[in-house]
């Protein structure tokens, strides 16, 4: 999915990183943390299934946090050059067109390491603007709707797979992904999680094939997950 999906992942990246830059982070694994905390879950974590990458941005442009990242970039050296080259990445789409599309939340889910099997997840505030959106690009994404959401895919069959991985559970009710917000400051404009059991086993799988003994990563313990936020 070249496309218009994987620019607009550009831009909010540049616009996350710009509040990296002026922010502070916060990122946990194991039983560490750091920054202040909420339980709060991210509400797409009720509809993606239990997968191996879960990505949350707040994509409420009015929000305070977003009015934080727009006054850095017109303080950043260079910020508004480089965002306007980022969107010219978007051959002629703005970021007010994103804002007019995408709702309050968008989150990304891989439901593989090991593959490029990539679901974007958000609640539209205007749905025809958004399937408006997705048909300027040069492969035209498929999308279906799951609880209120509208799912974005590069097939139907990674819209499959995701629909058969949420009948083994979905991430809200992973203890593992539940105690990684926990670590998270509840003001973060994203947040990352990562399955560490899945990146421990394509860690093994890797050191397998280069004559390292199977499952050798578990004599130095076991990696629940990983999770980071930017603030």
């Known amino acids: 999915m070249r496309s218009r999906l994987i620019a607009l992942a550009g831009v909010l990246c540049l616009a996350l990183l710009a509040a990296g830059c002026g922010g502070s982070g916060s990122s946990g694994s194991g039983d560490g943390s750091n920054g202040s905390t909420s339980g709060t879950l991210p509400a797409g974590a009720s509809v993606a299934p239990n997968s191996a990458l879960f990505l949350y941005v707040d994509t409420d442009f009015e929000s305070a946090q977003w009015q934080q990242i ?21 051959d002629g789409v703005s970021l007010d067109d994103v804002s007019a599309a995408l709702g309050p939340e968008t989150d990304v889910v891989f439901l593989d390491l090991r593959s490029e099997d990539v679901v974007v997840m958000t609640q539209p505030k205007d749905e025809a603007k958004l399937q408006a959106l997705l048909a300027q690009g040069d492969e035209k994404p498929v999308t279906t709707t799951v609880e209120g959401w ?41 947040k990352l999680y990562v399955d560490g059991g899945a990146v421990q086993t394509k860690l093994d799988r890797a050191l397998n094939k280069s004559g390292t003994p199977s499952g050798i990563t578990a004599d130095f313990g076991t990696l629940d997950s990983i999770s980071a936020a930017a603030v």
Do not use: H, W
């Not at 970039?73 to 260079?78: S, T, V």
């Open 70 to 90: 727009g006054a850095l970039f017109d303080k950043f050296p260079g910020g508004k050059e480089l965002l306007a080259k980022a969107e010219q990445q978007l």
């Open 150 to 190: 509208t799912l974005i895919a590069r097939s139907k069959l990674v819209l499959e797979g995701f629909e058969a991985a949420r009948k083994d559970g979905v991430l809200s009710d992973s203890d593992a992904f539940q105690q990684a917000m926990d670590r998270l400051p509840a003001e973060a404009v994203a």
